[in-house]
């Protein structure tokens, strides 16, 4: 026994289970168990946002990340056992009669794991399959006392625990991030009275005005039913014979078609609830409003030909982004703001405000920061937690209410119903995850899989032999605003919400330059796809709607003539709006760091090791995140004879995993990369990509021999590529970290 277990790492007892060995029953081997690693703790957890004024975090009457305790599994020091807690003496075998006889029936512990493993899989999502998740807190910055009895607002500084999930709306559950495609960014608020879910996402107005639409349109966007394809993409015929025919999507369709779609990470995009809500304070008084998350690292959106690569590259690229930087202790951050408006301001606007393709321009009701979401903690375990989670636009708390937007309404008829069936039976409230820290006392009861034990004869109200427990919370529990309803049955719209394009001509007018061009490009991309003529052709008469030069533009590349327009719904005149700056990504305020960045250093024997070093460390100084990429793993030896670790090559990582590029210079090293295609191929796609590059010494000469322009297509020096001497340094950090926190130069497109 000694002996075999100096083998280790190997099996130890892998002998013993063949021939007349496996006849000894086996006595049992256990390996050293590791240290748990300790969890990493950046500090930052104890220091409120400046904006909560002075003091500590206070908490709110809910324990924090600890809600999850008390179902941790570690398997630390432990023995294997069955599900019942049997002992398991071994994992390797079958219960068999004779070592080549049949296996015996009996062999509960072989049945058992099996069985298990065959239901190991539960439906995915219809939509929204593809996710990803985190814990962490929000803390309000004020007392909104005024507006809303929510209690995640009762006081400055008051922190709920959250949990978020992030997903792609199309494909399937093991389909890549970065398609083309609205996010989700549904947030689970355990508050001190009951679970508030803000189920939203990355695009503040949607495809549909009805809930009776949304099963064709997720069907539309979903794989074409009799081959299965495509997957995870709105390009192909039927999605765009569905839009080319409900001109009410066309808004949504401007973002889709925009960088808004391709995100570089989901803690870089914004999050909106999409619909109008109520916020209704202590003394019944009732707003209106519209929730929105900013991102505190910037949004910032990828560039098409990066996202299509990535989809075979990395599928996982944003679920890797998100867990990574959480990891590494950079918490992303977004602050919560509010368009809170009344109702007599809501008759006032040009749209109707229960239509969710309308938005209400930041420039006509200013939103206002009230808090901010910080995501602190990766799930332990992805099935548990961001599998398990179960959003529903109904779960709401005292001082929200729902408005009678009816795609809000009809939600909250589906979300609950789809979970009975994702997570088998009406009890998916008290998986763990989705269980609320606020205590839970009715007289509902059984069900399949219910954990609670209920004690007591009485499971019904009104009782006396419970003493009238649980009882009625009145005025203190969740009352819906009385608010007076009269109308005929009927189905149908109102006036207003027949405008359908308004709106997307004012994203369009909105964009910059270069977003203008992306859009149009995305529209090209897709309806070069769609195989069915007449639908590209509706399509673009539905766009001569929105504008006369995008329809030319698309239809230019798809080489057709732009056809008459669409007639348009309900013969009111169309409001026109100003642009509105907040619409664009570009024009949107700005970040000024590169915290996470992600910065390729480009490496080969012969390398500037003294330049490598420097730059590392002060990339490393500001937050980013750089590595050194070369041809194979290992040491690379450098001018000044200190070896340079390789971390990564071209080949596992290329160029669209990063956000910008240094040449390091050394003239052995960059005369080596300037031999290899890969190393080629990595500057010029950097260059395509808009992305900033740094060239030192005669890493110059790598970007000539990959034929990088010296000026941008206007002739303008490009401020994305900075070459200095290797003593300027420093200086030329300062530019390059510049160009970095700006994200993308797309003045340098000639596409
Ligand atoms: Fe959803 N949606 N949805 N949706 N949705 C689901 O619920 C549905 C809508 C959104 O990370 C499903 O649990 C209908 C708008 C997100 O778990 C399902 C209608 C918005 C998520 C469902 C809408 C969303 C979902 C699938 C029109 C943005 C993922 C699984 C009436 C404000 C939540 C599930 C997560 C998920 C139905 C419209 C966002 C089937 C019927 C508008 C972020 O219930």
Same mark, same amino acid.
């Given at each position: 026994e000694a002996d075999l277990a100096d083998d280790r790492p190997f099996n130890a007892t892998k002998p013993l289970e063949y021939g007349d060995k496996a006849m000894t029953p086996h006595t049992g081997e256990a390996y050293a168990a590791p240290t748990p690693l300790a969890t990493a703790s950046t500090g930052t957890d104890n220091v409120a946002s400046p904006k909560v004024g002075a003091g500590i975090p206070r908490l709110g009457g809910n324990a924090l990340n600890s809600s999850l305790d008390r179902v941790r599994a570690d398997d630390t020091e432990q023995r294997l056992s069955t599900n019942q807690g049997t002992a398991v003496s071994s994992n390797q075998d079958s219960l068999k009669i004779g070592l080549r006889g049949p296996i015996a029936l009996e062999d509960f512990v072989m049945r058992e794991k099996i069985t298990h493993f065959d239901h190991e899989r539960i439906p995915e999502r219809v939509v929204h399959a593809r996710g990803s998740g985190a814990h962490g807190y929000f803390e309000s910055y004020q007392d909104l006392g005024q507006l809303t009895r929510a209690a995640p607002f009762a006081y400055a500084g008051k922190r709920t625990p959250v949990f978020v999930r992030f997903s792609t +709306? $199309? #494909?399937?559950? #093991?389909?890549?991030? $970065? +398609?083309r495609d609205v996010r989700g960014f549904a947030v689970k608020f355990y508050t001190d009275e009951g679970n508030w879910d803000l189920v939203g996402n990355n695009i503040p107005v949607f495809f549909i005005q009805d809930p009776m639409k949304f099963p064709d349109v997720a069907h539309a966007l979903k794989p074409e039913p009799h081959h299965a394809m495509p997957q995870a993409s709105s390009a192909h015929d039927s999605f765009w014979d569905f839009a080319s025919l409900s001109p009410e999507i066309t808004h949504m369709l401007m973002w889709i078609m925009s960088d808004r779609a391709i995100p570089r990470s989901y803690r870089m995009m914004q999050g909106f609830g999409v619909h109008t809500f109520k916020l209704v304070n202590t003394s019944g008084d009732v707003h209106l409003c519209k929730f929105h998350w900013s991102p505190l690292q910037g949004t910032h959106s990828l560039v098409w030909d990066e996202a299509f690569r990535l989809r075979g590259l990395d599928t996982d690229f944003h679920r890797r982004d998100l867990w990574e930087a959480i990891e590494a202790g950079n918490f992303p951050e977004y602050e919560l703001g509010l368009q809170v408006f009344t109702d007599e301001q809501a008759e006032s606007f040009p749209f109707d405000v229960l239509d969710p393709t309308k938005l209400i321009p930041e420039e006509m009701i200013p939103v206002f920061p009230v808090g901010r979401l910080v995501l602190n903690r990766n799930p332990d375990n992805f099935f548990a937690e961001t599998e398990q989670v179960a959003f529903c636009t109904q779960h709401i708390v005292p001082g929200i209410d729902f408005s009678n937007d009816p795609v809000l309404q009809g939600r909250n008829h589906s979300y609950p119903d789809t979970q009975i069936t994702r997570l088998g039976g009406p009890n998916f409230h008290e998986i763990p995850i989705n269980a609320p820290l606020a205590e839970v006392h009715n007289n509902q009861r059984d069900g399949f899989h219910r954990q609670t034990v209920n004690r007591g004869r009485v499971n019904y109200e009104p009782n006396s032999l419970a003493g009238g427990c649980p009882f009625q919370a009145g005025r203190a529990g969740f009352v819906s605003v009385p608010e007076p309803v009269a109308g005929n049955k009927l189905r149908g719209k109102p006036a207003l919400f027949a405008d359908h394009y308004s709106q997307a001509r004012l994203f369009w007018i909105s964009q910059s330059a270069p977003e203008k061009a992306h859009i149009i490009d995305a529209f090209r991309f897709e309806l070069t796809r769609v195989e069915t003529l007449a639908i590209r052709v509706r399509m673009v008469a539905g766009l001569v709607n929105v504008d006369a030069s995008l329809a030319h533009a698309v239809a230019s590349g798809l080489g057709i003539a732009v056809p008459p327009p669409l007639p348009l719904a309900g013969g009111l005149p169309l409001p026109g709006y100003p642009p509105s700056p907040a619409l664009s990504l570009l024009t949107r305020p700005g970040v000024t760091g590169i915290r996470t960045r992600q910065v390729a250093i480009l490496v080969a024997q012969g390398a500037d090791g003294a330049a490598v070093r420097a730059v590392y460390a002060a990339l490393l100084e500001a937050g980013a995140v750089p590595r050194l990429v070369g041809q194979r793993l290992g040491q690379a030896g450098s001018l000044d004879g200190d070896a340079l670790h390789v971390e990564t090559t071209f080949d596992v990582t290329p160029s669209v995993v990063y956000d910008a590029m240094v040449a390091p210079g050394g003239d052995d090293g960059m005369m080596a990369l300037a031999r290899d295609a890969r190393a080629l191929d990595f500057v010029r796609e950097q260059y395509r990509h808009g992305k900033p590059i740094l060239a030192i010494g005669n890493g110059v000469d790598l970007l000539a021999c990959a034929a990088i322009p010296s000026t941008l297509p206007d002739g303008c020096d490009d401020p994305g590529i900075v070459r200095t001497a290797p003593g300027l340094v420093a200086l030329a950090l300062a530019q390059f970290k510049q160009a970095l926190a700006r994200h993308r130069l797309f003045e340098r497109e000639t596409d």
């Open positions: +709306a $199309t #494909g399937e559950r #093991g389909s890549p991030d $970065t +398609a």
